[in-house]
């Protein structure tokens, strides 16, 4: 049953590490375009980890969203995962491993879009982060031809990259939201709230 009452500390929680987790991705991918080293490494990791809080949350609020946005969600997770480990064990390139994990999170993304329809904090939010990141499922067609050349890789492929964008900064803003507050206050209605005007009783 959708919509039924959500336990919000384990949710607040959870959202606050993954916004903490999705910032410092963000920020070490582009100290890893600027100065190297262990920064790179950083950002896979954390885009697994990113990944697999985003599945464990997607568990957490599943009375919020119907079951299959759920599995998507999960499923993206575990893509997402594949992800960094193919770039981890270095069995492919950055660039094929990086449309893995894109198209992971285009899947979380649906979840996301989906998951504004529920009672959770900053709908519209979500769903614009969730679009943004969903467009990372561009990137199925790469995996399946499996793409790890940044130079050949056609234009319109490396322009779904703008959906990292959804990833690192507006799924962490959304996340951050939601561990303030995790549902939206319920929606009450005109005539749950007032109570019927009883006048003097007529004398009979």
Not at 29 to 55: H, K, M, S, Y
Not at 74 to 90: D, H, K, N, W
Not at 92 to 108: D, E, K, R
């Given at each position: 049953?959708?919509?039924?009452?959500?336990n919000a500390w384990p949710v607040r929680t959870l959202a606050a590490v993954l916004a903490v987790v999705g910032?410092?991705?963000?920020?070490?991918?582009?100290?890893?375009?600027?100065?190297?080293?262990?920064?790179?490494?950083?950002?896979?990791?954390?885009?697994g980890l990113q990944a697999l809080l985003c599945g464990a949350l997607a568990l957490l609020l599943r009375t919020?969203?119907?079951?299959?946005?759920?599995?998507?969600?999960?499923?993206?997770?575990?893509?997402?995962?594949?992800?960094?480990?193919?770039?981890?064990?270095?069995?492919?390139?950055?660039?094929?491993?990086?449309?893995?994990?894109?198209?992971?999170?285009?899947?979380?993304?649906?979840?996301?879009?989906?998951?504004?329809?529920?009672?959770?904090?900053?709908?519209?939010?979500?769903?614009?982060?969730?679009?943004v990141m969903a467009l990372g499922l561009v990137n199925i067609a790469g995996v399946l031809w499996g793409l790890?050349?940044?130079?050949?890789?056609?234009?319109?492929?490396?322009?779904?990259?703008?959906?990292?964008?959804?990833?690192?900064?507006?799924?962490?803003?959304?996340?951050?939201?939601?561990?303030?507050?995790?549902?939206?206050?319920?929606?009450?209605?005109?005539?749950?709230?007032?109570?019927?005007?009883?006048?003097?009783?007529?004398?009979?």
């Amino acid at each position: 049953m959708l919509n039924q009452p959500v336990n919000a500390w384990p949710v607040r929680t959870l959202a606050a590490v993954l916004a903490v987790v999705g910032l410092v991705s963000w920020v070490s991918f582009i100290l890893f375009f600027i100065v190297g080293g262990p920064f790179g490494a950083l950002t896979d990791v954390g885009n697994g980890l990113q990944a697999l809080l985003c599945g464990a949350l997607a568990l957490l609020l599943r009375t919020k969203v119907p079951i299959p946005a759920m599995m998507l969600a999960v499923v993206g997770a575990a893509t997402g995962l594949v992800g960094s480990y193919l770039v981890i064990t270095e069995t492919t390139g950055y660039f094929l491993a990086g449309l893995v994990s894109a198209l992971g999170f285009g899947l979380i993304g649906v979840w996301l879009i989906i998951a504004r329809s529920g009672d959770v904090t900053a709908p519209r939010l979500a769903q614009v982060a969730g679009a943004v990141m969903a467009l990372g499922l561009v990137n199925i067609a790469g995996v399946l031809w499996g793409l790890d050349d940044q130079a050949t890789a056609p234009g319109w492929l490396l322009a779904a990259g703008v959906s990292w964008a959804g990833t690192y900064l507006l799924l962490p803003i959304w996340a951050l939201l939601l561990a303030r507050n995790p549902v939206v206050p319920s929606r009450v209605t005109r005539t749950q709230t007032e109570a019927p005007t009883v006048g003097p009783a007529e004398p009979g």
